[in-house]
């Protein structure tokens, strides 16, 4: 078994146990969706409602033994967004980040995602394809995020008319709910439709 496996496996029971719904993003989530592709890490979208939920997970966890890396805050919203967690002090543990507050659309990820069994034994909630677009959208950067283009690309070529229909309602979620950093995502998403440059 990999250190990742491992470590999806342990934030598997771990939240679980106790109560915090989630489902898998980010680039595992894209594996699972598209074609397997190496990432050291896995983002875990979790629907909590308030910021003092999260805090209270996060406090169960660093009881549990994890290690906070990173906390980031959502500053147009005013919430805790993503916390970095590690699993050991080793310098090339896999890391788990929890979105609590990230996009905005967190509750709406987790209502819908669909269980997959991703390792022997082990089901998971992850993220439908029209969500994973619209994080992918969100999360893009070209110059200091290269791979989500290539996500993208992936996601846009397996994604049935209704996910994308998913993906442009959770777009307009995502901007209504003042998470979108000042960006017109869906003229973004539309503009992976143009032929290349």
């Known amino acids: 078994m990999t250190s990742l496996e491992a470590a999806l496996?342990?934030?598997?029971?771990?939240?679980?146990?106790?109560?915090?719904?989630?489902a898998l993003v980010g680039g595992l989530g894209v594996s699972v969706r598209?074609?397997?592709?190496?990432?050291?890490?896995?983002d875990l979208a979790v629907a909590l409602a308030t910021d003092a939920e999260a805090e209270a997970l996060i406090h169960r966890l660093r009881g549990d033994g994890?290690?906070?890396?990173?906390?980031?805050?959502?500053?147009?919203?005013?919430?805790?967004?993503?916390?970095r967690l590690r699993l050991s002090s080793e310098p090339y543990a896999p890391v788990v980040d929890l979105?609590?507050?990230?996009?905005?659309?967190?509750?709406?990820?987790?209502?819908?995602?669909?269980?997959?069994?991703?390792?022997?034994?082990?089901?998971m909630g992850v993220a439908r394809t029209g969500h994973l677009i619209a994080l992918k959208v969100l999360s893009r950067d070209d110059a200091r995020r290269p791979q989500d283009l290539v996500d993208l690309r992936a996601l846009l070529r397996v994604a049935s008319p209704a996910e994308l229909d998913r993906a442009r309602q959770?777009?307009?979620?995502?901007v209504a709910r003042k998470y979108h950093r000042g960006r017109d995502l869906t003229a973004e998403l539309n503009r992976l439709f143009l032929p290349a440059e």
Not at 34 to 42: C, G, S, V
Not at 66 to 83: C, F, H
Not at 99 to 123: C, K, Q, T
Request: aromatic fraction near 6%.
């Open 66 to 83: 994890y290690g906070i890396d990173a906390i980031v805050e959502q500053e147009a919203a005013a919430r805790l967004a993503t916390v």
């Open 9 to 22: 496996r342990r934030i598997d029971a771990d939240l679980t146990r106790a109560h915090a719904p989630f």
């Open 99 to 123: 979105l609590f507050a990230s996009s905005g659309i967190e509750a709406e990820i987790v209502a819908g995602a669909e269980p997959l069994e991703l390792l022997p034994g082990l089901e």
């Open 34 to 42: 598209t074609e397997p592709r190496f990432t050291r890490d896995a």
């Open 170 to 174: 959770s777009l307009a979620l995502i």
